[in-house]
Structures are given as C-alpha cells and as structure tokens.
C-alpha cells in the first residue's frame, strides 16, 4: 500500500487583479507504507546532524519561524547547505513525485464559468496518483494536512471515486481521504516543499531547487512518448513556452 501525501503551494483565488500567484500547484509524495518509518527516522537524523530538535517542523523552517532560533542563526551558505543536504535525503528515499498545476489566467480565459483551481487540479492528481497507483499494482490512501479545506476536498473525492472523472475510473484509491497535523509527518512536511519548489518554477522562473528533484517525478509512456507526471492544465492552444527542460522531460504552458 502507497501512502499518498499532498499539500498544496499559491492561492486559488480567480481574481486575477489581486491574486499573488498565476499557478496553483498541488503535489503528492508517494511512499510505500513499509518504507515510511524508516523514512521519518532518516529525516529525524538528519536534523539531529544540524543540532535541531528531531521533530523540527520543516515547513515552518522554510518559511523561518522563529520557533528554532538555532536555524535562523544560520548563515546564508550553511542553510544552502542544509536544503541540498535534505533534498540529497530525499532523492536516496523511496518516494515519487507527481503534481497538478493550474494556469489561472488561462482557466478564466478559456471558461465562461471555470472550475475551482483547488477542485480542478485535485481531480487531475487523483488521476495521476490512481494511474500511478495502477503501474505498481498497489492501492494507496491520499493524505493532507488537516487545516486543508477538508469538506471540499472529502465530498470531491468520494464523488471521483464512485463516479470517476470524465477521463477515467478511479479504482486504486482509498474511498475517503486521511487528513492529519502536518507536523505528525516528515512525508506531509517534504509534500509541501516540494509542491513550493513546483510553484517557484512556475510563477517565479526559479529552478534551483527544482532540480534537486525533477529525478522523483513520475515518468510514464503516453503516445509512444515519455512523459512527466507534472499536469499542466490548461495549455493555450495559440501560444506556448517552454519553462523547463531537462535529460528526462520538458514542461510547457
């Protein structure tokens, strides 16, 4: 069995006169159940190598809280350090990445009544996890941080997973979501650096750190084709650009 941990990175707000953000991005970090405990025990580790509490929050380290002044302490080069170092933890584990992005300029411009940015990539991730999901012959459950829109995303979920999506059933899923404290899992916590290191490359153009984990994201075969588990929704069909390119993938919108 997967566990399936998502998070997600900018805001789904369609006012796009006051929205920080033109992408929204939803990330899912997959694990084998049996591989999670050991996984938790490598980050812990790894904090303790840094003199930070063994349960330190990663997400709140990120956004520097001041909740671990031995962090902000840290000078420009040893906090570099410190994320390549986690990143390098990460590629060694056993987790795949998949994520869904959407376009919001080109959502409002294309519908006359668009969907919910939130609601709309979470339907192309659980496709993507359930497709993934399918090649491992294994179900998995999908994970999010309690705090997280809880009733939108459980009655959305139980409706894909009795009806399907319009492209596909969804068969290898857990029935209902599982909502938990982010700072009960070092898995929640990674999901959501890696869905803001996604957002980085898309609103911002910066691709440092995103290439400390393009290797995890899921590749499979569509069309005699290798592609990137990375959904870009929706792709104009009068203009596009290419914001990435790599040994493995490239990415358009």
Known sequence: MFLCFADESGDDSLDLSTTKSKFFVLCS???RDKDSFEFEDRISEFLDKYNLPKRANLKKLRRGSYDYPTFKRFGKSKKHAFWTEL??????SPVTLIASVINKENLVTKYIHPDNPLERAYK??????DYFLQGENEI??????????RDRIRRKHLYWKSFGTE????????????????????????????AYNVYRLFNQGKCDYFKL?????????????????????PISKYETRRIYECGQFAIDV
């Open 29 to 31: 970090l997959q694990i």
């Open 87 to 92: 990143y390098e933890v990460l590629n060694e």
């Open 124 to 129: 192309h991730l659980i496709e993507k996890i």
């Open 140 to 149: 998995g459950a999908i994970i999010f941080d309690e705090s997280y829109e």
């Open 167 to 194: 492209w596909q059933k969804i068969k290898n899923i857990y029935r209902s979501p599982l909502f938990i404290r982010e700072d009960e899992s070092f898995a929640m916590q990674m999901a959501d650096l890696c």
């Open 213 to 233: 984990i393009e290797n995890l994201f899921h590749l499979y075969v569509s069309k005699d084709d290798i592609q990137v588990a990375i959904k870009v929704f």
